[in-house]
């Protein structure tokens, strides 16, 4: 099983400022099958990134992935109020697909 | 509008079983594979099981394998999990999850339920 680990647990940004969130995985992930998910409290999660790098349907050009291999990244841009957030990482290439732990996004 | 449904949740005793539903609507349901992630309360995500659109392929968790039974219905657009011999950690909420692309099986998914509360406990 792949082991997904994200960093840092917590990330305490205020608005307009960027985020770097990071997703390491145990064993390399088969053809970028990496995606990332935003949860809200009370929500579910929502699809923001699928193949690291390309974007959801809807989905703002604050957000972008990237990375390959074992090293993934989730980047936005300029933080809006509504992105303060939990993020998960997702590897689908390999069964059982896993999630990573999440890191949370609070504003500082 | 694209959306899942999920029902059957509650609270149930250890070692007894549960039947999860999610009626989706929106979309050609039996072109998609369908997935059951959990969230225990305060917890990250996790995958427990996945279903090819025909039922070809079909996928456990681990921790779930032997005891929870993924199907079906493509006539009613729905998925459901059986689950037996419930522990408490199994305790969570199940979502219903639908696969990005049509006929494949290795994608991210792209349309979420709210989700179902499954609680096990005497």
């Known amino acids: 099983e792949i082991v997904l680990t994200q960093s840092p647990g917590t990330l305490s940004l205020s608005p307009g400022e960027r985020a770097t969130l990071s997703c390491r995985a145990s064993?390399?992930?088969?053809?970028?099958?990496l995606a990332w998910y935003q949860q809200k409290p009370g929500q579910a999660p929502r699809l923001l990134i699928y193949g690291a790098s390309s974007r959801a349907t809807g989905i703002p050009d604050r957000f972008s992935g990237s990375g390959s291999g074992t090293d993934f990244t989730l980047t936005i841009s300029r933080l809006e109020p509504e992105d303060f957030a939990v993020y998960y990482c997702q590897q689908y290439g390999s069964s059982p697909q896993t999630f990573g732990q999440g890191t949370k996004v609070e504003i500082k | 509008e694209v959306q899942v449904v999920e029902s059957g949740g509650g609270l149930v005793q250890p070692g007894r079983s549960l039947r999860l539903s999610c009626a989706a609507s929106?979309?050609?349901?039996?072109?998609?594979?369908m997935h059951w992630v959990r969230q225990a309360p305060g917890k990250g995500l996790e995958w427990v099981s996945g279903?090819?659109?025909?039922?070809?392929?079909?996928g456990y968790a681990d921790s779930v394998k032997g005891r929870f039974t993924i199907s079906r219905d493509n006539a009613k657009n729905s998925l459901y999990l059986q689950m037996n011999s419930l522990r408490a950690e199994d305790t969570a909420l199940y979502y219903c999850?639908?696969?990005?692309?049509?006929?494949?099986?290795?994608?991210?998914?792209?349309?979420w339920g709210q989700g179902t509360m499954v609680t096990v406990s005497s």
């Open positions: 929106g979309f050609t349901f039996d072109d998609y594979a």
């Open positions: 279903i090819s659109w025909s039922s070809g392929t079909i």
């Open positions: 999850a639908k696969l990005s692309v049509s006929g494949g099986w290795f994608n991210a998914f792209d349309i």
């Open positions: 064993q390399s992930v088969s053809s970028t099958y």
